[in-house]
């Protein structure tokens, strides 16, 4: 029995999220320089945090538009999951990774919540790489660890032992 296990809204979260980071973090930068025209009435704290923040700002963003890029469809099967490439710039994929080849799936404490994110780790290099990830479906509950991370590592423990 197939059924999808990401949230049915993905779409409407990978657009949101890129939509406000580019829009926070244009306009953070931008009032930055707009102070450093100004830099002889600032102490020196204020320009070290200038120039220290505006490198960070970057970095962190490069981070959330990655997560929030590598988002995939993910459904459940019979067989294994099967993993689709939900992006804006890149054509529609899919492939279907078997529960053996899942090493484990887990979630991190601090991607908890609504949205979350699940992060799916392989034994062997799949056509997605070693590792996925997924927003799961909404809970209410955001305080402790998705039920669905459990039942990936349940199906893949459980093949697992009925290869060996």
Do not use: C
């Not at 204020?46 to 995939?72: E, V």
């Not at 890149?90 to 949205?115: D, W």
């Amino acid at each position: 029995m197939r059924r999808e296990i990401s949230s049915g809204a993905l779409p409407f979260y990978k657009a949101t999220f890129l939509l406000f980071i580019g829009i926070l973090v244009t306009t953070t930068i931008f009032t930055f320089i707009e102070k450093l025209k100004d830099f002889r009435e600032m102490t020196q704290f204020q320009i070290f945090a200038y120039i220290f923040g505006i490198p960070a700002i970057i970095f962190m963003t490069f981070l959330f538009i990655r997560l929030a890029l590598s988002w995939k469809k993910v459904e459940i099967d019979d067989e294994g999951l099967i993993i689709t490439e939900a992006n804006f710039f890149v054509r529609k994929t899919s492939t279907l990774v078997p529960f053996e080849k899942i090493k484990a799936a887990r979630q991190n404490f601090f991607l908890r919540g609504n949205p979350g994110t699940v992060f799916v780790e392989f034994t062997e290099p799949t056509f997605f790489g070693n590792k996925i990830s997924f927003v799961p479906t909404f809970r209410s509950v955001t305080f402790f660890e998705h039920p669905i991370v459990e039942e990936i590592n349940q199906l893949a423990n459980q093949n697992k032992r009925f290869i060996s």
